[in-house]
């Protein structure tokens, strides 16, 4: 029997119309399978432990959602599980939960857990930082030096006047690490916030920082400095290039003369250029781009070829503060040949940045 009229007979003995109907209920049971997996990836609730059928709930407004993921993290704050309450009181924080206030206050207060206080004292501070400096304050002198530092951020955040006289005790700790954090937390304020502080306030300070032995509170003291601007800062920040001995403080003085423009932070930075550490070199003509004195980067470029694995990140570094069409076409061709594990996924973090997409 030939094969053609074989599969004839077949198709004249199919039922149409079941066939017709079978299909139908195929394509819908496809639709109905995806318009399910939509609402498992929007409605947080699937944990890749239940099955498919158990996770179906109906699509619900925004603040429906908001307010059931509240109340499931408030109830996940109260689990045994350490590592459950963390993720509860960090959400709780992103979700400006002011439901979450008394149990998280409670928890700063009274717990235990140093990772889980310090997780709910930045919740705080996201949600009700206002009415919280007084448990900020209070964690200052806490055991940890992790808790005290979100303490540090939190209050000086607060741009409040009313606690700028205890930011200004913190700048003349007896430990460095608090003065570095401290000094950290001011640059980062706004302008506005930062308008609350006089550069005297903290000047001598600075100058203690600067004359010390720690790298880290002398870095957090340039970048600080670089807050105002004068010929004062300048002439500061050009000795700090010149005159001290770790690459660090150095290269934070090369970046932080960027906001400068005048003729004597241009020669300065001209100088570092052709210093004999090339870390230095390369952040100083980074500086020098960014001020526009410098319009080629393939001198730039260059230090990615460096056999120096600390060169060739902060090159990577810096081209990716310029963040041009050319910066992107030259970090993809870098990352193509980097083999240095870390290097590369900075690299490829960067380039998902300059690109729009989280890294």
């Known amino acids: 029997m030939k094969p053609q009229k074989s599969f004839h007979r077949f198709l004249k003995a199919l039922d149409m119309k079941k066939f017709n109907r079978s299909l139908l209920l195929l394509l819908i049971s496809i639709n109905i399978i995806g318009m399910v997996s939509v609402i498992l990836i929007f409605s947080d609730r699937y944990d890749g432990k239940k099955t498919l059928i158990d996770n179906i709930e109906e ?25 459950h309450r963390r993720i509860a009181a960090a959400k709780l924080g992103s979700l400006k939960a002011r439901e979450a206030v008394p149990l998280l206050t409670q928890i700063v207060l009274d717990d235990e857990d140093r ?15 206002e009415n919280s400096i007084d448990l900020f304050i209070g964690k200052l002198d806490h055991r940890d030096i992790d808790v005290r530092k979100v303490a540090i951020h939190s209050l000086i955040k607060l741009e409040k006047l009313s606690s700028k006289k205890k930011v200004i005790g ?19 304020l706004s302008a506005e916030g930062l308008g609350a502080y006089e550069l005297s306030d903290f000047s001598n ?19 600080l400095l670089a807050k105002y601007p004068s010929g004062k800062t300048l002439t500061r920040l050009c000795q700090a290039i010149r005159q001290q001995e770790l690459d660090t403080v150095q290269m934070q003085a090369a970046r ?63 081209l990716g503060s310029i963040g041009t069409e050319e910066v992107r076409s030259i970090l993809t061709d870098f990352l193509s040949r980097e083999r240095d594990f870390t290097i590369h996924l900075n690299t490829k973090r960067l380039l998902s940045k300059l690109n729009g997409k989280d890294g």
């Open 256 to 318: 932080s003369l960027r906001v400068f423009s005048g003729v004597e932070a241009i020669t300065c930075l001209k100088k570092a250029i052709n210093d004999q550490n090339p870390q230095l070199s390369c952040v100083a003509l980074g500086s020098l781009i960014k001020m526009g004195e410098v319009e080629s980067l393939h001198n730039l470029a260059a230090f990615l070829n460096s056999p120096d694995r600390r060169v060739r990140g902060i090159a990577v570094m810096e």
């Open 205 to 223: 300070q600075i100058e203690i920082a600067l004359s010390g032995e720690d790298s880290r509170t002398k870095t957090a003291a340039l970048q």
């Open 59 to 83: 699509l619900q407004p925004a603040a429906s959602l908001i307010q059931r993921m509240i109340r499931e993290n408030i109830t996940k704050l109260k689990s045994p599980n350490k590592a």
């Open 170 to 188: 913190l700048t003349k700790s007896n430990e460095s690490i608090i003065v570095a954090e401290t000094f950290r937390a001011l640059t980062n």
């Open 115 to 129: 990772n889980l206080v310090r997780v709910s004292l930045k919740a705080l501070s996201n949600i009700d930082g």
